[in-house]
T-cell receptor, first 114, second 112 residues
Framework: DTGVSQDPRHKITKRGQNVTFRCDPI?????LYWYRQTLGQGPEFLTY????????KSRLLSDRFSAERPKGSFSTLEIQRTEQGDSAMYLC????????????FGPGTRLTVL | TQLLEQSPQFLSIQEGENLTVYCNSS?????LQWYRQEPGEGPVLLVT?????EVKKLKRLTFQFGDARKDSSLHITAAQPGDTGLYLC????????????FGAGTRLAVHP
């Protein structure tokens, strides 16, 4: 399977705990994006990597959020001291820079903070 | 701030009916994409439109990009229960990093 994969698919945690999500992009894609989707809304941009460089971060990404893409391949998104408002679907997408730069999404990680 | 508004928010129809959903903005987008999303899954790309006035067909689905590249529509002919899902439009914000600006989606239910 050459699609975008995310792990875990579901995560339930207690308020105040730290969580980490992983995204494996399509292998030849140099761009990787994280989005967050809450119930009844479309995805909202969080952050973007080109290769290993994090080039843009949304103001939605508070100090409790950090993302890495150490070798320009997989990426991790960590949330520290989770809050109930962090409950959402976290989506990863990848693309190859070019004329249309179409983004392909993974299945997402559903986070529930109790 | 670029925004995409989708209408209607919800659509419930019988199998065999035709429908159109709309995606409108006051901003110009360099490209616009339509995705379909099933519950608990990530969005799946249906089409990308790039040129103003462009029309693309995907079986029973017809996508149109407005001449000014500010709006788009999705028309489904003879809807089937398998078309049920959340239809999202997303615009490329042209800020250099191609991050997508999504609408809130149209939730379609097609009943047998």
């Amino acid at each position: 399977d050459t699609g975008v994969s995310q792990d875990p698919r579901h995560k339930i945690t207690k308020r105040g705990q730290n969580v980490t999500f992983r995204c494996d992009p399509i292998s030849e894609h140099n761009r990787l994006y994280w989005y967050r989707q809450t119930l009844g809304q479309g995805p909202e941009f969080l952050t973007y990597f080109q290769n290993e460089a994090q080039l843009e971060k949304s103001r939605l990404l508070s100090d409790r959020f950090s993302a890495e893409r150490p070798k320009g391949s997989f990426s991790t998104l960590e949330i520290q001291r989770t809050e109930q408002g962090d409950s959402a679907m976290y989506l990863c997408a990848s693309s190859q820079s070019g004329s249309t730069d179409t983004q392909y999404f993974g299945p997402g990680t559903r986070l529930t903070v109790l | 701030t670029q925004l995409l508004e989708q209408s209607p928010q919800f659509l419930s129809i019988q199998e065999g009916e035709n429908l159109t959903v709309y995606c409108n903005s006051s901003s110009v987008f360099s490209s616009l994409q339509w995705y379909r999303q099933e519950p608990g899954e990530g969005p799946v790309l249906l089409v990308t439109v790039v040129t103003g006035g462009e029309v693309k067909k995907l079986k029973r689905l017809t996508f149109q990009f407005g001449d000014a590249r500010k709006d788009s529509s999705l028309h489904i002919t003879a809807a089937q229960p398998g078309d049920t899902g959340l239809y999202l439009c997303a615009g490329d914000d042209s800020g250099g990093y191609n991050k997508l600006i999504f609408g809130a989606g149209t939730r379609l239910a097609v009943h047998p």
